[in-house]
């Protein structure tokens, strides 16, 4: 569960997302999020600044990076969306997590064993919300 008191969230106020690599995938979420009622995106990340502005704008999200650091140093997001490559998935969660941010982090969550425990043991340690993308996850048939 995303612990609210940890994200400094008020009754009725909405999850402030980020969203970090701004792919195919990314596009998605972000059209998928906008049926989320307590949901918003204020932040949006790439290494592009001008990709990051056109994201921004194409979607109304009100702040853009060009570096995926300085969104974590946002202190306004309580989530990211890590929809990079999935070699870059635990460099760029484990950060987020050192920054006290909660993660929902794009499949695979790891390519490995040994990435996946790191990246539990540091969500362990920061008391963070992690979690891999994995949608079927929450179909009722399952
Ligand atoms: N597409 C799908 O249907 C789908 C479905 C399930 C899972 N996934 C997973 O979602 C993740 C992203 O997939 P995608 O299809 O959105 O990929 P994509 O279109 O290639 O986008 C990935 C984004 O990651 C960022 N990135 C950071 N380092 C990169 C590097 N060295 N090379 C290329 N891109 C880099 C880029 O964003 P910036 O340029 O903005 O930094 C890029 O736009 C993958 O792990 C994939 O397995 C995708």
């Not at 009725?12 to 307590?38: C, E, P, S, T």
């Not at 920061?126 to 009722?140: D, H, Q, T, Y």
Request: hydrophobic share 45%.
């Amino acid at each position: 569960m995303i612990n609210f008191d940890k994200m400094n969230c008020k009754m009725g106020q909405k999850i402030r997302w980020g969203i970090i690599g701004l792919g195919n995938i990314a596009h998605n979420f972000v059209k998928d999020l906008a049926m989320v009622n307590d949901a918003e995106i204020i932040a949006v990340a790439s290494r592009n600044i001008e990709k990051a502005n056109q994201f921004a704008s194409q979607y109304h999200v009100k702040q853009a990076f060009g570096s995926y650091e300085s969104l974590l140093q946002c202190e306004e997001v309580d989530v990211v969306y890590i929809a990079t490559p999935h070699t870059f998935h635990v460099s760029v969660a484990l950060m987020a997590m050192n920054y006290k941010k909660n993660v929902l982090c794009e499949k695979p969550l790891g390519v490995n064993k040994d990435e996946v425990e790191r990246m539990i043991a540091c969500a362990r340690e920061n008391k963070v919300f992690l979690m891999e993308a994995l949608w079927s996850r929450f179909n009722p048939a399952i």
